[in-house]
């Protein structure tokens, strides 16, 4: 893998309106319209997140198929990447508002826990340029989000 650039420069101008009850965004149309897609992975199928992060998630995830673990994501247990909204409870913005985070296996791995998943696809993921939930102060293991924009190699 190949750092191509900074999880900054895939955000750009980000410009949005807070939705009625406050905890959810509404970005402008034209951001979305530059930065966001809806693609095909492996495992997960159809996903909405921002194009900068689409070949190491791709990446990520072909490695996790190749090394015999696709059995240990459950894309019926896939809770989205873009999804416009604060952090519970907080005013800073979700890194999903951006589509640079995703939540996997999300019934197994709440936040407060250690999480049942596979410490091996964790690390895939962290390799590919992810930083994992499941290692902060208050943990939330089924999150993992872009830390660095990198491209296979």
């Known amino acids: 893998a190949y750092l191509v650039g900074s999880v900054g420069q895939a955000v750009g101008i980000f ?3 807070v939705l ?3 905890r959810l965004i509404a970005p402008e149309p034209s951001w979305v319209r530059a930065h966001i897609s809806t693609r095909t992975v492996p495992i997960l199928g159809q996903v909405t997140c921002n194009n900068a992060i689409f070949p190491q998630l ?3 995830l072909r490695e996790v198929v190749e090394r015999g673990l ?3 994501v459950h894309p019926d247990e896939y809770a989205g990447c873009y999804y416009p909204r ?4 907080t005013t800073q913005l979700s890194n999903h508002s951006f589509g640079l985070a995703l939540d996997l296996n999300v019934p197994g791995n709440q936040r407060g826990s250690v999480g ?3 410490r091996t696809v964790v690390s895939i993921f962290e390799s590919w340029g992810f930083t994992w939930g499941g290692h902060w102060r208050y943990t939330d293991p089924m999150h ?3 830390n660095a924009i990198v491209t296979p190699g």
């Open 15 to 17: 410009n949005y309106t």
């Open 20 to 22: 009625p009850g406050g």
């Open 58 to 60: 791709e990446a990520a």
């Open 70 to 72: 696709a059995d240990l």
């Open 86 to 89: 604060f952090i519970a409870g």
């Open 116 to 118: 049942e998943i596979d």
């Open 144 to 146: 993992f989000e872009a």
